[in-house]
């Protein structure tokens, strides 16, 4: 089955910025989507078609696609920013596919 | 305001069924799919399937056809997820979701936008 490839934690200090990526052999033609989850609480959109964010989605978020790899990008990271990130597309048929998701660390 | 409001957290035994709600309010609740993603205790999101309420069409995620039935009252503006027999391993956080769509590009683009609140369903002996 697709899968979407997402590393497992990534650490960054406040200020700096965050590069979470997502691999996937049938993301050139499927866009790709970011959610934010904080503990205990829903996922939050944060970016729509590759690179879109949704109103309300401070703009230090930004996402960006190359080939068969997206990054969401989170400039001037701070420590509400804490949260487990997840990308979401879709595999040729057009099923739902979500990553394993990646937490990030604020130092 | 769009708004997805869940049932509460469930407590059942391995073999009774279930049936949990997701309520949308704010938005015309015939005009978007609503979906289902499973999120099991300390693990990552897994897509179950999704209902337009308009018309009942229904699709369901390979890993979970068989497994749950769902549903959805459109004079109630509300979607549903059930099992005829649970299992501990059903044990797991339920979140609904709206579906938005782009149909003008090719592939149409598909994503979740707002998130219920999510329902807790615990199953064990």
């Known amino acids: 089955s697709y899968e979407l490839t997402q590393p497992p934690s990534v650490s960054v200090s406040p200020g700096q910025t965050a590069r979470i990526t997502c691999s996937g052999d049938?993301?050139?033609?499927?866009?790709a989507y970011w959610y934010q989850q904080k503990p205990g609480q829903a996922p939050v959109l944060v970016i729509y078609?590759?690179?879109e964010r949704p109103s309300g989605i401070p703009e230090r978020f930004s996402g960006s696609s190359s080939g068969t790899t997206v990054t969401l990008t989170i400039s001037g990271v701070q420590a509400e920013d804490e949260a487990d990130y997840y990308c979401?597309?879709?595999?040729?048929?057009?099923?739902?596919?979500f990553g394993g998701g990646t937490k990030l660390t604020v130092l | 305001e769009v708004q997805l409001v869940q049932s509460g957290a469930e407590v059942k035994k391995p073999g009774e069924s279930l049936k949990i709600s997701c309520k949308g309010s704010?938005?015309?609740?015939?005009?978007?799919?609503i979906g289902w993603v499973r999120q099991m205790p300390g693990k990552g999101l897994e897509w179950m399937g999704i209902?337009?309420?308009?018309?009942?069409?229904?699709r369901y995620s390979p890993s979970f056809q068989g497994q749950v039935t769902i549903s959805a009252d459109k004079s109630i503006s509300t979607a549903y997820l059930q099992w005829s027999s649970l299992k501990a391993s059903d044990t797991a956080m339920y979140y609904c979701?709206?579906?938005?769509?782009?149909?003008?590009?090719?592939?149409?683009?598909?994503?979740?936008?707002?998130w219920g609140q999510g329902t807790l369903v615990t199953v064990s002996s």
């Open positions: 979701v709206r579906q938005l769509r782009d149909i003008v590009v090719v592939p149409a683009a598909n994503w979740f936008d707002p």
């Open positions: 704010g938005y015309s609740f015939t005009s978007y799919w």
């Open positions: 209902i337009y309420p308009g018309d009942s069409d229904t």
């Open positions: 049938a993301l050139p033609k499927q866009y």
């Open positions: 078609k590759d690179s």
């Open positions: 979401q597309s879709a595999d040729s048929s057009g099923t739902v596919v």
